[in-house]
C-alpha cells in the first residue's frame, strides 16, 4: 500500500537514530562519565586527601558530561548511519527510501 511504502523509510530512518542514540550514549557514558570522574577523583584526592564523599563526588560529576557528548556523538552518529543505509549503494543492502524510490523512477 501507498501508506506503507511512505511508513517504511521514516521507520527505517526513525530507528537507525534511536539506535544511534543508544550506543552513542554507551560510549558517551564510558568515555566521558569514567574520565571526567576519575580525572576528579584524583585531582581531589590528590589536594584535599582521600576521602568517600570525594570518590562519589567525582563519580558523579562524570553525569552531565556523558549525557550531553553521549547523545550529540548518539546523533551524529544516528544520522551517518541513517544515511549510510539508505543511499550508499550496496550488493548486500539497498535502503527501503532507496527502493521506494527506484520503483517510482
Known sequence: ???GRLL???CSLVASLFLGLFFGWLAGWFSVAWLCGWLLVWLFGFL????????VLG???GWPGSWS?????G??????VA???????S?????????ACAVHV
Do not use: A, D, Q, Y
Open 59 to 61: 563519580w558523579l560529576l
Open 91 to 99: 550488493i548486500f543492502w539497498r535502503g527501503p527510501l532507496c527502493s
Open 83 to 89: 544515511v549510510r543505509m539508505e543511499f550508499t549503494p
Open 1 to 3: 500500500s501507498r501508506l
Open 48 to 55: 584535599f586527601g582521600w576521602f568517600p564523599c570525594l570518590l
Open 69 to 73: 557528548v553521549g547523545f550529540l556523538v
Open 8 to 10: 517504511l523509510p521514516c
Open 75 to 80: 546523533f551524529v552518529r544516528g544520522c551517518v
